[in-house]
């Protein structure tokens, strides 16, 4: 099933235009407007109310050994929302997000919440992990936070050693992978990553947050609060353990590695949803592959309505930048729009450029890194965030 194409040309005057909106932005230092020019290509990939499913909503996108991109989401049957009906579903890209092929769905168990996908790709033996959270559909989350719920969330992963052609079914990792006083639970969502360097070099991490008590806590009503913490596999995805944690006020979060060609070992950057109240991310530091975490930042530049965001590091995306790091989130103190990219050459410490991609209503997201290009998969639409999921690609000219 082929999909169509818009393509998007910014003309000169257009541009003048944008830049006048704020909707590109240069700091004092920065490279010059013809360095980033982009083309851009876009398709709305799922849209509610097709396949059967009401809504889609938290996209996750991952490119395989063989350039295989796969397009993960959560297919909400009528009146779900968070919790209820929800099935994980799957579509693939043989020719670098160009067609798509028919809609698959890896996991439907009847009336309850099969979500939050969160893909790694192992790259020394090419299997595909797709790592997940499960709860009964009559469960609320706020029910879960609470306790006050019938069961709580609980942690799988499938895998793929064929591209996503088959899959194992689900198994679950709670026990290795949740502490047994957390209430709610979430994989990403996004994508997580293996680490190339260090001496945890081949370990496969995955972002995830919880809830727990805490007396002096604020959320919901009071008494809990939420945290960031990692899992990870030291063993090719055989076993999954749980990380450490970073807390409060911080969940849905993101992980890269970084650091310079003389500086490479494994060290880890988390960047995380903020409820302190300012519209800012938050950010923290790894130098043990996640096991334990620094004291978290806000970063004044990553503004956000509350909400996920997206970040990967980019190794072959400008010609002579070795790394940059790539974030997107809906850029703005107020509602949930103007999906925004932005640039970080130097690790996170400052994210000097910026560029929207969609002015209206929009969400989650969640990225990949191609060969001088960058492809995108973001919760988009005219009048709220939901109405579509879209493949986005832009690249270098």
Not at 110 to 132: A, K, M, Q
Not at 159 to 172: L, Y
Not at 342 to 362: A, L
Request: net charge negative.
């Amino acid at each position: 099933m082929k999909a169509m194409w818009l393509k998007i040309k910014v003309s000169i005057n257009q541009l003048v235009i944008l830049v006048a909106m704020g909707l590109f932005l240069w700091l004092p230092g920065t490279p010059a407007l013809a360095q980033y020019f982009w083309t851009v290509d876009s398709m709305a990939l799922f849209t509610a109310g097709e396949d059967g499913y009401d809504t889609y909503r938290i996209p996750a996108l991952v490119s395989t050994n063989k350039s295989t991109l796969m397009a993960f989401c959560e297919g909400r049957k009528a009146g779900s929302g968070d919790s209820g009906d929800i099935d994980i579903v799957l579509k693939r890209s043989f020719d670098n997000g160009k067609t798509w092929s028919d809609q698959v769905v890896l996991w439907d168990d009847g009336p309850n919440t099969c979500g939050n996908p969160c893909p790694v790709v192992d790259r020394t033996t090419g299997e595909i992990f797709l790592l997940l959270t499960h709860n009964l559909g009559q469960d609320h989350e706020s029910e879960i936070i609470r306790k006050t719920a019938v069961s709580t969330r609980t942690v799988w992963v499938m895998s793929s050693t064929d591209d996503g052609e088959t899959w194992t079914e689900p198994g679950e990792i709670t026990s290795t992978t949740k502490d047994p006083s957390w209430g709610w639970y979430a994989t990403g969502p996004g994508n997580g990553i293996q680490i190339e360097h260090g001496p945890r070099k081949g370990w496969l991490v995955i972002p995830c947050d919880h809830s727990f008590d805490d007396e002096n806590g604020n959320v919901q009503g009071g008494g809990f609060e939420y945290g960031s913490h990692t899992i990870y596999s030291a063993d090719h995805g055989k076993t999954w353990k749980l990380g450490g944690s970073i807390r409060p006020k911080v969940n849905e979060c993101a992980v890269v590695e970084i650091g310079t060609d003389q500086s490479k070992n494994g060290t880890l950057l988390m960047n995380m949803r903020s409820y302190y109240g300012d519209h800012r991310r938050s950010q923290a530091v790894s130098y043990d592959g996640g096991i334990s975490w620094t004291t978290p930042r806000p970063v004044d530049e990553l503004v956000e309505p509350v909400c996920q965001a997206s970040m990967i590091r980019h190794d072959r995306f400008r010609p002579g930048q070795k790394s940059q790091l790539l974030f997107l989130n809906p850029a703005s103190t107020t509602t949930r729009h103007n999906m925004s990219i932005r640039i970080s050459e130097d690790d996170g410490q400052t994210w000097p450029f910026i560029q929207t991609i969609h002015t209206g209503p929009s969400a989650y997201s969640s990225m990949v890194e191609l060969p001088g290009q960058v492809g995108m998969l973001y919760e988009a639409g005219e009048r709220n965030p939901y109405e579509t999921i879209v493949f986005h690609l832009i690249s270098k000219q």
